[in-house]
T-cell receptor, first 111, second 112 residues
């Protein structure tokens, strides 16, 4: 069965810190690895990674995929209180490419 | 203009009742999904439709029945509601199978 494991489950940091969120996965017929940010309501899309070793970047956020080790990380530099959210990792694969989500990492950024 | 809209946003109902949640997307996407998010924020897929055809039906009680009248709409009907059905239900859509999803804002269902 497809599986996504995120760590840590929760993290508390101070503004300005850099954080690394981890995601490991098991999936047959891998298609992509995705990161989402969820604040109060709907998850919002951050990145989709399909190729190993290529970093995707958006402002202070970046992510990279290692398809050999079945692993992805999400980095946030110079964290701000607005980064406080649950960060969800998901993989797409199997026969129907459904997204399987991890349990998320709750990030709290204190002023 | 909301891309994926769900109604209602909140639903409080008694055990045993039947209720429906509606979802519409105006993105022109081919695939729509229902996910359930429990109190620990774990998102689990329930159903997926591609061009009105059911393609994913996870182990969901048959009290839950999805209906897709056209590719822009995917509704969820729940019969004989139970306490354990209380959760946030998210509708989502994507252009391709496994592509990035656009989520609706969720329906918080509380069964009392």
């Amino acid at each position: 069965e497809d599986k996504v494991v995120q760590s840590p489950l929760s993290l508390v940091v101070h503004e300005g810190d850099t954080v690394t969120l981890n995601c490991s996965y098991e999936v047959t017929n891998f298609r992509s690895l995705l990161w989402y940010k969820q604040e109060k309501k709907a998850p919002t899309f951050l990145f989709m990674l399909t190729s190993s070793g290529i970093e995707k970047k958006s402002g202070r956020l970046s992510s990279i995929l290692d398809k050999k080790e079945l692993f992805s990380i999400l980095n946030i530099t110079a964290t701000q209180t607005g980064d406080s959210a649950v960060y969800l990792c998901a993989n797409s694969g199997g026969s129907n490419y459904k997204l399987t989500f991890g349990k998320g990492t709750l990030l709290t950024v204190n002023p | 203009d909301t891309a994926v809209s769900q109604t209602p946003k909140y639903l409080v109902t008694q055990m045993g009742n039947d209720k429906s949640i509606k979802c519409e997307q105006n993105l022109g996407h081919d695939t729509m999904y229902w996910y359930k998010q429990d109190s620990k924020k774990f998102l689990k897929i329930m159903f997926s439709y591609n061009n009105k055809e059911l393609i994913i039906n996870e182990t969901v009680p048959n009290r839950f029945s999805p209906k897709s009248p056209d590719k822009a709409h995917l509704n969820l009907h729940i019969n004989s509601l139970e306490l354990g059905d209380s959760a946030v239900y998210f509708c989502a859509s994507s252009q391709d199978l496994g592509g990035d999803y656009t989520f609706g804002s969720g329906t918080r269902l509380t069964v009392v």
